[in-house]
């Protein structure tokens, strides 16, 4: 479990983020070298800025953190971390949007 203050490295699936079926489609056809068969995923790092939970269904709770990401972070060389901070669930597996927190350090 994560605590407020601790430094996560997030990993992102990015094939599940908006536009990018359409990027990897898009390189792939043109053959840029770039181009990958599977879908990248890459990693940011971030600092825990807050804790929640969410209720998606009826008895149904899900934990996330709040992560703040320095700006300008490049995720597999294609993707620039766009926003300063994000909700990551803290649950097994990826989220929706196929984020993850893979490691966590105390600073």
Excluded at 63 to 81: D, K, L, M, N, P
Aim: hydrophobic residues 35%.
């Amino acid at each position: 479990m994560v605590n407020i203050g601790d430094t996560v490295r997030v990993r992102f699936d990015l094939s599940k983020i908006g536009g990018m079926d359409a990027f990897q489609k898009k390189l792939r056809t043109a053959n840029r070298p770039e181009s990958v068969e599977k879908y990248p995923i890459g990693h940011a790092v971030g600092v825990v800025v807050g804790k929640g939970y969410t209720y998606p269904s009826p008895g149904r709770r899900e934990s996330f953190a709040i992560v703040q990401f320095s700006t300008g972070q490049v995720v597999c060389g294609i993707y620039a971390v766009s926003r300063t901070s994000i909700a990551v669930s803290m649950d097994d597996g990826p989220d929706f949007y196929g984020k993850r927190i893979v490691d966590i350090k105390t600073i």
